[in-house]
């Protein structure tokens, strides 16, 4: 198993950009991915993704000491009912960047980059697909290790 963080495995912050900005081309491209986009993208959103990614997977907390709480990403994705199709091209599309971005060349880096985000697209950010008032304002950055979650509590407790 790779040492270190998976941040660091998968090229650590410029490795988070090129995974960020590889997905970001392959989500507009798709038709049904790009519809989450329809209210059109903040002109940073690569930016604010890889720090977001980099710290999730075992990075500095770029994402929360820059951008925002997790708690606000995932009130972004949330209330916009079911989108099981959608998830799963999300997905695809990320394991198409994820080759893009050069990260396939080490078949563990690549697994644990692509879990992360299928359960971080299944879980967090589709577990408030209802409303995104039910978003409990104190949730965590999820950490991600070699065998998955390491923590995803709500802040306190």
């Not at 970001?24 to 002109?43: I, L, N, Q, Y």
């Not at 929360?64 to 599309?93: F, P």
């Not at 080490?106 to 039910?134: C, F, G, I, N």
């Amino acid at each position: 198993m790779p040492r270190g963080s998976i941040f660091d495995a998968a090229g650590g912050a410029d490795g988070m950009t090129r995974i960020a900005a590889a997905w970001h081309r392959r989500a507009m491209a798709d038709e049904v991915v790009a519809h989450a986009f329809h209210g059109g993208a903040k002109p940073d959103h690569v930016e604010r993704l890889a720090a977001y990614l980099g710290e999730a997977l075992g990075g500095p907390p770029r994402y929360t000491e820059l951008y925002d709480a997790h708690a606000t990403v995932v009130r972004i994705h949330s209330g916009n009912g079911e989108h099981e199709e959608m998830n799963r091209r999300a997905i695809d599309c990320f394991a198409g960047a994820l080759h893009d971005a050069g990260v396939d060349a080490d078949p563990e880096t690549y697994q644990a980059v692509l879990d992360y985000w299928a359960w971080v697209t299944w879980h967090p950010m589709y577990a408030y697909h209802r409303s995104a008032d039910d978003v409990p304002s104190n949730l965590q950055m999820p950490q991600w290790s070699w065998d998955g979650t390491v923590s995803y509590r709500r802040v306190g407790q």
